[in-house]
Structure formats: C-alpha cells, structure tokens
T-cell receptor, first 112, second 112 residues
C-alpha cells in the first residue's frame, strides 16, 4: 500500500515553538499533500509538493520531501494556539486524485 | 465557507431507515468524492465521480448508493445501515487534473 503514515500520532507544544510532523510512505508517488482538520470540520488543503521537488514554503509552513527515504516533513514555525488541529499527509501515485491515499493523522495541540 | 456544502450536518438513523446525504460544490470542479472518516482509522475513499461518471468504487457495500446528477451535486443514499457505519462522511471536489481536494464539513452519521 502507498498509504502515508504520520509520526508522531500526537504532539503537544507551547505557543511560539516549532512543530515538526513526519510522514512516511511505501511506494513511488507523483505528489504528496498535507491537509489540516479542525475538530468537527472538513479537511483543508495546506500544501502540495511534487515528486521532483525537495522543499516548499507557504507562510509559516515548510514542507520537505525525500523520495529516496520515502518521507516528508511538515514544519510549522512560531506555532499559535489556533494551529491546534489534526494534520494529514496524503500521497498521490498517479496524476489522478482518485489515487490519493490519506494517513491516520497527527493531533497537534498548541498550549497558549 | 468552504465552497463545498454538505447537508445535513448531523443524522441519526435506525438500521431500517432510508436517508440521503447531499453535497453541493460551487467551485466549478469536475470531480467529486465521498470519503468515510472513522475514529483511529485513515480516511477511506468510497466513491469518485469524474465528469459525472463514476470512476471508482472501493468495494463499498451496496447499502451505500451514490448518485451524481450533475457536476455540482453529489448524493449518498443510505439504506439498512449497520451500527459500524456510524462515522463522519466527507464530500470533496477537485479538478480532474490532480489539483488539491476541497472538502465539505461532513455529515456526522449515527446508526442506532
């Protein structure tokens, strides 16, 4: 299975600290995406990184992709209480979103 | 406002009931998806419609029946469900060119 697996399962940090979340997968991919989900809401797309890219930034988010290790990391810098949510990585093996496979997610708690 | 609207937000139904979940997207996308989200499990892809044609059915029991009358609307018809079908059902849309998914806020389904 190409299913992404996030690590750790849960993370608790103090406001202002950086949060690093990891995702590993098993087969070759076309792209990897990170999503965020607030309690009781739908998932919101954060960032997409293609298999030929190594790093991408968006505001306080930094995503890296290492295809040789089949892993990705999501770094949130200067975390805020509002960043408290679940974060999911999703891997796409072909060009179609129908092949997008999600992991179980990481629960991030940012203490004020 | 996510651009993808799901109704109802909450639904409680008995095992002999028939009900329908509705999803509407206002983003001009041409692909729509149903996902099931259960606690402690990865997001499960149920159905994919691309250009109003069903392109994926991930071995979903026949008690779940999707319908896509046009590119903006998606339904999930439910009948004779089991308690283990209780979950958050998420609708999503995208362009078929592998652009990110846009999710609705889901229907929280409880089968009693």
């Amino acid at each position: 299975s190409q299913q992404g697996e996030e690590d750790p399962q849960a993370l608790s940090i103090q406001e202002g600290e950086n949060a690093t979340m990891n995702c590993s997968y098993k087969t070759s991919i076309n792209n990897l995406q990170w999503y965020r989900q607030n309690s009781g809401r739908g998932l919101v797309h954060l960032i997409l990184i293609r298999s030929n890219e190594r790093e991408k930034h968006s505001g306080r988010l930094r995503v890296t992709l290492d295809t040789s290790k089949k892993s990705s990391s999501l770094l949130i810098t200067a975390s805020r209480a509002a960043d408290t949510a679940s974060y999911f990585c999703a891997t796409g093996r072909t060009g179609a979103n129908s092949k997008l496979t999600f992991g179980k997610g990481i629960t991030l708690s940012v203490r004020p | 406002e996510t651009g993808v609207t799901q109704t109802p937000r909450h639904l409680v139904m008995g095992m002999t009931n028939k009900k329908s979940l509705k999803c509407e997207q206002h983003l001009g996308h041409n692909a729509m998806y149903w996902y099931k989200q259960s606690a402690k499990k990865p997001l499960e892809l149920m159905f994919v419609y691309s250009l109003e044609e069903r392109v994926e059915n991930n071995s979903v029991p026949s008690r779940f029946s999707p319908e896509c009358p046009n590119s903006s609307h998606l339904f999930l018809h439910l009948h004779t469900l089991q308690p283990e079908d209780s979950a958050l059902y998420l609708c999503a849309s995208s362009q078929v060119d592998n652009s990110p998914l846009h999710f609705g806020n889901g229907t929280r389904l409880t089968v009693t």
